[in-house]
């Protein structure tokens, strides 16, 4: 199945080299500083995790949402989100290769990755995070693979892929709260220390999930004639909307203790994303455009006419996912390391090589799932796929 995706019109292949073009831009960046070191980076003794890591963080979370779609439709026979499952799980595949892609830029020389595994240590959650991402991937890939399949032959899906199914239900919340861990339990980061972190890990992944599959079938609708369902659509509508409450009640929970606590390791960096700190300002104008964006998209989402009217609910989706993307995707990983042990305000600017080499790695991420999206609608649209 997969020469369906070697088929296509003019506008899909000026898409396709775009993202190639895009591919070689973000290669050349990465061999740069192969070549040169992660001196090129905005990284450095006081923030060492920054623009890639984020990345992964965001990413891992859109592939565990991938739980909002298999679990109503396997566990309770949702039936409306059939047409979706596949470009959900398809979407997970790239978004977890995009997600381990940021992490080998961000250790430098790649074969220090292969420590991981060549040294365990079963006592870090990091070694935990490396068995569950490849390990969600192919499970993924696998049951959307087959799933396709089965329909193009008018079969039923076989007891094994029925098994990798299920295991995949407590496998993404595990997998997405180990990466919440790596993070919560790293001594010395008051921002991350919080007995919170998993579930707003969850409840932004569910969201920042929703809202991107929302997108893809407003945008599958009219340029490929793949109808994804207006009752599938609604259930994501009404899933993003609920968790971006949750969401905000999280993040206000946090906001109070830490304030309220006056505890320096742990209120110092939220006095710095919320009004800066001596003159230091870099991530405020970020972390407000993120709590405006979140209560933003909730208020858009309260109106049926929001809901209702595509138009409007792309714009609310979007609006989601910048709030969402700056919270998980650029504030929360280098945020921790503001000030520093010292004491210090080190602020983190990224360079244009991350952002050069992120670029490349979303394009390739985006090729993949192209492909991948290239061969569901290749199939249905031989009539193979049913739309219901």
């Known amino acids: 199945m997969i020469e369906k995706a070697l088929h ?5 292949w000026t898409w396709v080299i775009f993202l190639v073009a895009g591919v070689g831009l973000g290669l050349s960046a990465y061999l740069y500083q192969l070549q040169e070191g992660l001196w090129l980076t905005g990284m450095s003794r006081n923030v060492s995790w920054g623009f890639y890591i984020s990345q992964f963080t965001f990413l891992v979370g859109v592939a565990a949402s991938v739980l909002m779609v298999i679990l109503p439709l396997y566990l309770h026979d949702f039936k ?6 596949a470009l959900a799980q398809f979407l997970t595949v790239g978004t977890l290769v995009m997600s381990l892609l940021f992490i080998f830029s961000d250790v430098g020389m790649p074969m220090r990755i292969l ?10 959650m990091l070694f935990y995070d490396t068995i569950f991402l490849p390990g969600f991937m192919l499970i993924n ?3 959307g693979w087959t799933a396709v399949g089965v329909e193009k032959r008018h079969t039923s899906l076989p007891p094994w892929v029925k098994f990798l199914i299920y295991v995949s239900f407590p496998w993404a919340v595990v997998m997405h709260t180990v990466t919440a861990f790596i993070y919560a339990g790293t001594p010395g980061r008051g921002f991350w220390m919080t007995a919170i972190m998993a579930p707003r890990f969850l409840t932004t992944a569910f969201a920042a999930g929703c809202a991107i599959l929302i997108l893809l079938s407003l945008v599958l609708r009219p340029l490929a004639r793949f109808d994804a369902g207006e009752k599938a659509i609604q259930k994501l509508v009404t899933i993003m909307f609920y968790t971006l409450i949750i969401n905000a009640f999280l993040l206000a929970v946090e906001y109070f203790t830490a304030f309220y606590s006056h505890v320096p390791a742990y209120s110092e960096t939220f006095r710095y994303l919320f009004f800066g700190i001596d003159g230091n300002t ?4 970020w ?15 309260a109106f049926p006419g929001t809901r209702n009217n595509h138009v409007r609910l792309s714009e609310a989706c ?3 996912l910048v709030g969402l993307w700056i919270d998980k995707g650029f504030l929360l990983v280098p945020a921790a390391f503001i000030p520093n042990v010292f004491g210090r305000i080190m602020e983190y600017p990224p360079s244009w090589v991350e952002l050069t080499v992120s670029f490349g790695i979303y394009c390739l991420g985006i090729l993949l799932v192209t492909a991948l999206y290239k061969v569901i609608i290749a199939v249905r649209g031989e009539g193979h796929l049913s739309p219901s």
Not at 80 to 85: D, K, L, W, Y
Not at 115 to 124: A, D, H, I
Request: overall charge positive.
């Open 115 to 124: 420590n991981v595994p060549l040294n365990p240590t079963p006592g870090s």
């Open 282 to 285: 870099a991530f405020v104008p």
């Open 8 to 12: 296509g019109g003019k506008g899909y």
């Open 141 to 143: 890939l696998v049951i």
């Open 318 to 320: 979007v609006v989601a």
């Open 287 to 301: 972390f407000w455009v993120m709590n405006l964006a979140i209560l933003g998209a909730i208020a858009l989402l």
């Open 80 to 85: 409306a989100f059939a047409p979706i499952t």
